[in-house]
């Protein structure tokens, strides 16, 4: 049998390992917390971006604003385009569509191939219909004008840049459906452009004919 010293001695070695387990215990169950909280916020914060995510419709809109404010304008006062279909085409009526279509503008409009080399005038810009695939039955088509511009910083510096773009990823079935389209919204936003133009033009002409009229009026 222990003796009361024995049993006091041995009480106090059992109290002082428990309290020294429950010392070395508690950091790593308060660290355990914090990191429920972690793993957490990545799930809240995939919410709010889930959340915060453009519509459909918000980014049809984006996309209709970009084409006005920052290529509608490019297209105003062109005189003459050249057009092309570069790279591979495994679609024989593409340059068929976009011929049909580039007709319906009030400019000279030529096809590429038929250009000379070093023939710019009045071609103020260049037209481009690239197919690329994209699957195997799916297709980007990519429609771009390019054309000579200026640095704002500097405008003796003279480079060739895009001002008007579009693309879509379509099926192959209706490639020419799409790319038809594309040059139709083309056409649209260079009459709209211009037409704005043409009629500022033939106000101030029925207002000069007008002082005119009044003047013979008045001398007769």
Request: charged residues 25%; glycine residues 6%; proline residues 5%.
């Amino acid at each position: 049998m222990l003796t009361s010293r024995a049993k006091k001695s041995g009480l106090v070695f059992a109290l002082s390992s428990l309290a020294l387990c429950s010392y070395l215990c508690a950091p790593a169950f308060a660290q355990a917390e914090p990191v429920e909280e972690n793993e957490a916020a990545p799930a809240a914060d995939s919410d709010a971006g889930a959340k915060s995510s453009p519509s459909f419709e918000e980014m049809r809109e984006h996309r209709q604003r970009l084409r006005q404010d920052l290529m509608m304008p490019s297209l105003k006062g062109l005189r003459g385009i050249s057009y092309g279909i570069p790279g591979h085409n495994p679609f024989p009526e593409l340059d068929k569509v976009v011929a049909t279509r580039l007709k319906q503008l009030p400019i000279k409009v030529h096809n590429i191939k038929d250009c000379q080399s070093g023939d710019t005038k009045p071609v103020d810009g260049v037209l481009q219909l690239k197919v690329l695939a994209a699957g195997s039955n799916l297709t980007l088509v990519e429609l771009t004008l390019t054309q000579w511009s200026q640095l704002s910083r500097d405008p003796n510096i003279h480079t060739r840049t895009i001002t008007y773009a579009d693309q879509a990823i379509t099926h192959n079935a209706t490639v020419n459906d799409v790319a038809g389209k594309m040059v139709n919204q083309f056409v649209l936003d260079y009459l709209k452009v211009n037409s704005a133009g043409d009629e500022k033009k033939s106000e101030k002409t029925e207002k000069s004919e007008k002082k005119a009229s009044r003047k013979a009026s008045k001398k007769g």
